[in-house]
């Protein structure tokens, strides 16, 4: 009798004293989550307040409820079934460089024949953590240091509609990434080792990490005086599981053993983290010594006094597949004392994935804003949720990497039904080349285009008022509307003196070309031989476009390589093979570490062009991406010397191809040489 009031009165201090601690951190920082809640509430059993996900999703109207258990706490969902989007994401705020638990937490479908069978992908930012099916009852929790000030936690659709009942996050310890800052812990088990009771979470932990009960309680419990616990708090450890955990330990005379047979198929990353706590007082160091084994290899030997506290908690990385025997054995006959665990956590150690800029990110969220001003009840906008390029683009967008990040380049939003004037914020999209808005209800203007906003290919709505002056930028670019629309609402006359110009147009075109083929045949008879200097092979010729200007031209910031002279000198040993000779400088072979073959165009003394020109044509070239254009890899510009490297053509130049060399090895069929026109015309 007298052990059981001894007992409650140790648990009754223990709970004050948790009580005290917990104070200090009410819920600062926390955000808890119930979908489909028809109002706020407080949760009676851990004083946590709750808000509905109605603010994420107030379109919607799908929500599960059950009941199967009384008193349950997530006895609703969240079921997402649109037939455009395939990803939903709930927009949690994060403090940039703070670590944080997220915890989603997902009903069941076998007891509800309301809730279909589906699979689904979960996701912190861009980085999946867990697949759930409906079949199980599951929750999903993951550690992660927080990049910007929000990080999405997203349901990515597999098969079915994906649903949620309930998301939790909380600030954490940051000794869980101290070492890995850039992974994401996924929590597999969290054992308090020697309750026997319910589950501890807050407000006994601060954190509101959830401790369970260890399955197999076969060895002896132990207990902690409350004092003992009070000591260890305040020597503020780093990694410390909360009173509760401390105050009960597992202990065996030989030997400990965990087993979990739950873990993932294939061999994976993992990160233990073990906590012991010496209830002895009269204990002393080298007394309680014992081996911790990991799928039967041994992987420390640990002696909890030796550190001069009684308090120790040990971090170990290890690889499994679906099975990890965790086992503590008592180390000699020199040791009186034997093994103790008073709890430990296994997390899966997952890379975290790299998520588009931020940048980026904010542009298209504020194209989104100004889209659904006049668009409310879109299908395509409303389904875009998360990062908008992975792990799948948005409905209607096309991204790429670029310098190791993911940028959006296409947007094709034709046929979308999409009312009101174009977005503004798409002219900041720099890397977008391809837009498509055509065979929607837009109106308004489309001046927002600047003229550093290059695109390859543009075909707006053939209802958009686009006015009747065009921006420079979009007079000069590659655009396509509707002819009538592109010059304001003209009547059925200026429509048909257009259609007349077009025909006068078409036959001068003709004309014109009729006149290049008589000059094109005369120069090929009376040329004495080619332009180049030719040494084994040869190079396109390319054109230099210099801007006018009364000002000094700046070299804009751009994305090609700036090498260094004596890079080039290397690559080209030291100017070896000469293979071309034009109006901007010698033209010489050289090849790249990784093999690449390049040509190195180097600027003469004799040439024409000065650096202002030598500028223009960088931020140019820089600038364009074409299938019919040799792009240009990258550029020197190091004592007064001006060099341009561009892949190495082998086939050498059209113009060799038709009139050189080349020309006698193998004649140019006539359907290459209508490929080639026709590419040459799209421009």
């Not at 140790?10 to 009580?19: G, Y």
Request: glycine share 6%; proline share 5%.
């Amino acid at each position: 009798m007298m052990e059981v009031v001894n007992c409650w009165n140790t648990r009754l201090m223990v709970i004050c004293l948790v009580l005290v601690i917990s104070s200090a951190f009410a819920q600062e920082g926390f955000l808890s989550i119930q979908c489909c809640a028809p109002a706020n509430f407080t949760e009676p059993r851990t004083n946590l307040s709750w808000i509905s996900d109605e603010s994420w999703f107030p379109e919607n109207k799908n929500c599960i409820s059950r009941q199967v258990y009384k008193n349950a706490h997530y006895e609703r969902a969240r079921s997402f079934n649109s037939n455009i989007g395939n990803k939903w994401c709930y927009n949690l705020p994060t403090r940039k460089d703070h670590d944080y638990v997220v915890r989603g937490t997902f009903l069941s479908g076998s007891r509800e024949k309301t809730l279909p069978r589906s699979s689904f992908v979960v996701l912190i930012g861009v980085t999946p953590i867990a697949t759930v099916n409906s079949s199980y009852e599951l929750m999903v929790e993951g550690i992660f240091r927080a990049t910007r000030s929000y990080t999405n936690f997203c349901l990515l659709k597999k098969n079915g509609n994906p649903y949620i009942s309930k998301v939790e996050i909380r600030p954490i310890n940051p000794d869980y990434l101290k070492r890995e800052p850039s992974e994401v812990l996924k929590l597999v088990h969290r054992v308090d080792a020697g309750n026997k009771s319910a589950e501890i979470r807050y407000p006994y932990d601060q954190y509101d990490r959830i401790w369970r009960s260890a399955s197999n309680l076969e060895s002896q419990v132990t207990r902690t005086q409350p004092s003992i616990i009070k000591e260890v708090i305040a020597e503020r450890h780093s990694l410390l599981p909360p009173a509760f955990v401390l105050q009960t330990a597992l202990t065996h005379p030989e030997r400990l053993s965990f087993l979990h047979e739950d873990l993932d198929t294939g061999y994976y990353t993992y990160t233990l983290f073990l906590y012991f706590l010496e209830p002895n007082y009269s204990a002393q160091a080298g007394q309680r010594v014992f081996d911790i084994h990991i799928n039967n290899k041994k992987r420390l030997k640990v002696d909890i006094l030796a550190s001069g506290s009684r308090y120790l908690n040990v971090v170990l990385k290890f690889r499994a597949n679906k099975v990890v025997n965790l086992t503590m054995i008592k180390a000699s006959n020199l040791s009186h004392l034997g093994p103790i665990c008073n709890g430990y956590e296994i997390l899966k150690t997952i890379p975290r994935v790299k998520e588009t800029a931020t940048e980026e990110v904010d542009i298209i969220a504020n194209v989104k804003k100004e889209f659904l001003q006049n668009n409310k009840n879109n299908e395509i906008l409303k389904s875009w949720s998360g990062d908008p390029c992975l792990p799948l683009p948005w409905p209607g967008l096309t991204c790429d990497r670029v310098n190791g990040t993911s940028v959006i380049t296409q947007m094709n939003l034709s046929s979308g039904g999409l009312t009101g004037p174009s977005p503004p914020s798409i002219q900041k999209l720099m890397h977008l080349r391809k837009l498509d808005i055509s065979n929607n209800g837009s109106s308004g203007t489309n001046s927002f285009f600047t003229s550093s906003f290059i695109f390859t290919t543009r075909y707006l709505s053939s209802s958009i008022h686009i006015g009747n002056k065009l921006s420079k930028a979009i007079k000069e670019s590659n655009i396509t509307t509707d002819k009538e629309m592109a010059n304001g609402n003209q009547n059925s006359s200026s429509a048909h003196k257009l259609l007349i110009g077009a025909a006068v147009a078409s036959a001068l075109l003709v004309t014109l070309a009729i006149v290049i083929s008589v000059v094109c045949l005369y120069k090929r008879r009376v040329m004495a031989g080619p332009k180049f200097l030719m040494r084994n092979y040869s190079i396109t010729r390319n054109a230099v476009y210099s801007v006018p200007s009364t000002e000094t031209t700046l070299l804009k910031s751009i994305s090609i390589r700036n090498f260094k002279l004596e890079y080039i000198e290397a690559i080209t040993q030291n100017y070896k093979t000469l293979i071309g000779e034009g109006g901007f400088g010698s033209v010489y072979r050289g090849t790249l570490p990784d093999g690449e073959e390049v040509a190195v165009k180097v600027r003469s003394a004799t040439s024409t062009q000065g650096i202002r020109e030598f500028n223009n044509e960088l931020n140019l070239l820089s600038a364009i991406t074409h299938e019919n254009l040799v792009p240009l890899l990258g550029y020197c510009c190091e004592n007064e010397q001006q060099i341009l490297v561009y892949p190495f053509m082998s086939n050498g130049s059209l113009q060799d191809r038709l009139y050189g060399a080349a020309a006698k090895r193998k004649t140019l069929d006539w359907p290459a040489r209508l490929s080639i026109a026709l590419g040459a015309a799209r421009g």
